[in-house]
């Protein structure tokens, strides 16, 4: 990956060049002294250059973590809320500008995603920050000669990886949980989206102690490899493809840390005969995160239609998710904006010509993007739809990470759920109907984390949300997963019966 000079592009839109990397409170260069460039998807022009991180500076962070960390669990808990309170604050503040740098470096379209990203990030911090009193023991009734409690004591120094799909809110998601527990965090940047968590990093810091937080850009195998086995990091916490999910955990089973994972999924939809309906065909669009390209890990993307409405349902379907506007993510018009890289693009393509080979498989709306105009100079994918009797073909069980939804007829709702089970995926889960017994009887049979009935919306900070099977381990969004992933407990018991000295 070579350096660029973003000023030898006259026309392209660009970035404000990074100060660098956040180690101990300063803004770095690597080590190695290189860089490597970001690029705008939507014209596939780059934009601005980032510090390209390996072995050693992760060696340098994980250093500056560790002897942070000790005085930040120190800190009296509420202290450390009120801080990341002030950051929600500062943050709220620049919410526009993160907003266009989240638009422009990923793709996101800026009036349906990423403003929405930004203020969701802000707010991460507004929840955390006002946790940091719960983050309370318990006492264990023994009898009345002992008195044993737990203690909610921090892990250390985390390592966490992120993607580039959400990066900002994923970020967030993983910097104030960590820090509002005491410990501190050593969090790697997707090479697609550094920009973003950098200008957080930038607005963070203006509140922490030097080494607290330490953000590094840098690829996966040469940075988030040496993160992933340092020695020194007591728990890891990645989000990202099931694959490298694998690979973390072999990393966490040789030092036997905790762990955890917010991969992926292939998530299910079921619309019931009674919600042929358009508030449901709104709410399959939102499920499917059309407007985010479907690059969402809990994106609906396999809709289990009942055959009395399938043909009713698709047309309806296919009406309103043809009005969607594809275009540049920074203009506010747009509905829908670009696929993040090359790599994602061709192989969402090439999902997209599976389909169209198959001949039991009948394209509904969408197909291959434009060659020409100007939506071929991004990488720019059209909402496409499948209908498909089978849940076993390749489009229907594997993780596209793209604008292709496979629908499915069913009509006995049992074979429905067993269907919506069968995939090695259980992450969210829709269901569309008015009877509540239905609804929640086929809610409980799912084997998914996160399951909504009736609406097709994001997490909310609160929720418990994660995967079951492979599409994750842990929880992290709420008190109680902050509890679970970022702090160990510690019991201690006294013997309140010893004899009295005379
Ligand atoms: P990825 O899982 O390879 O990348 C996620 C993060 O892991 C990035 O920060 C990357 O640098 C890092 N990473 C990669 N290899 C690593 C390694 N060996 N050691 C340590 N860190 C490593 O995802 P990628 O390649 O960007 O996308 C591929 C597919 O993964 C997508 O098509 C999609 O199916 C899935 N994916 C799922 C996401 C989710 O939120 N569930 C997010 C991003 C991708
Ligand atoms: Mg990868």
Request: with cysteine; proline share 6%; charged share 20%.
């Amino acid at each position: 990956m070579s350096t660029i000079a973003p000023q030898s592009q006259p026309h392209a839109v660009i970035a404000p060049r990074p100060k660098g990397m956040l180690i101990d409170g300063q803004w770095v260069e690597a080590v190695s002294g290189q860089r490597f460039s970001v690029e705008n998807p939507a014209k596939r022009t780059l934009i601005a250059d980032v510090p390209r991180a390996a072995a050693a500076d992760v060696d340098r962070a994980v250093a500056a973590a560790q002897k942070a960390q000790p005085a930040w669990a120190k800190v009296v808990p509420r202290e450390r809320g009120k801080l990341l309170l002030k950051i929600a604050e500062a943050f709220e503040a620049r919410v526009e500008e993160m907003a266009r740098t989240i638009a422009l470096e990923t793709g996101n379209a800026l009036r349906t995603q990423a403003r929405g990203e930004a203020r969701g990030a802000a707010d991460i911090f507004r929840y955390f920050g006002g946790l940091a009193g719960e983050l309370k023991g318990e006492t264990i009734p023994l009898g009345e000669h002992v008195l044993s409690y737990t203690r909610r004591e921090p892990l250390g120094v985390v390592g966490a990886i992120i993607p580039w799909n959400a990066p900002v809110l994923l970020g967030a998601l993983k910097i104030a949980p960590a820090l509002c527990a005491g410990n501190a965090l050593v969090l790697k940047a997707a090479e697609d989206a550094p920009l973003g968590v950098l200008l957080m990093a930038e607005i963070c810091q203006e509140f922490l102690p030097p080494g607290v937080l330490n953000v590094l850009t840098g690829f996966g195998v040469e940075c988030g490899g040496p993160l992933a086995n340092h020695p020194a990091i007591r728990k890891l916490s990645f989000t990202g493809s099931t694959e490298i999910g694998k690979v973390i955990m072999r990393a966490a089973a040789e030092r036997i840390v905790p762990v955890s994972l917010e991969l992926g999924g292939k998530s299910p939809s079921i619309v019931y005969p009674d919600a042929d309906e358009d508030w449901v065909v709104e709410g399959i669009i939102a499920a499917m995160r059309f407007t985010r390209q479907s690059q969402s890990c809990t994106a609906g993307s396999r809709l289990f239609l009942h055959a009395d409405i399938f043909d009713s349902f698709l047309a309806k379907l296919k009406a309103k998710t043809s009005a969607l506007k594809l275009g540049d993510p920074l203009d506010e018009q747009s509905d829908i904006g670009t696929i993040i890289n090359n790599k994602q693009f061709t192989k969402v393509c090439k999902y997209v010509e599976e389909g169209l080979s198959r001949a039991d498989a009948t394209l509904v709306m969408g197909g291959l993007p434009p060659k020409s105009g100007p939506l071929s100079e991004g990488y720019f994918a059209i909402p496409t739809i499948f209908a498909d009797q089978s849940n076993d073909w390749r489009l229907a069980r594997e993780e596209i990470f793209g604008p292709v939804l496979v629908a499915i007829r069913w009509t006995d709702e049992a074979e429905a759920i067993r269907m919506a089970n069968d995939s090695h995926y259980g992450l969210a889960a829709y269901v569309w109907t008015h009877d509540i017994g239905s609804a929640l009887r086929t809610a409980h049979a799912i084997e998914s984390g996160w399951v909504q009935v009736n609406q097709g919306l994001g997490q909310s900070p609160g929720h418990s949300y994660g995967g079951y099977k492979q599409s994750g381990i842990g929880r992290e969004f709420s008190l109680e997963g902050m509890l679970d992933s970022f702090t160990q407990r510690k019991n201690v018991t006294v013997n309140l019966n010893t004899p009295r000295r005379t």
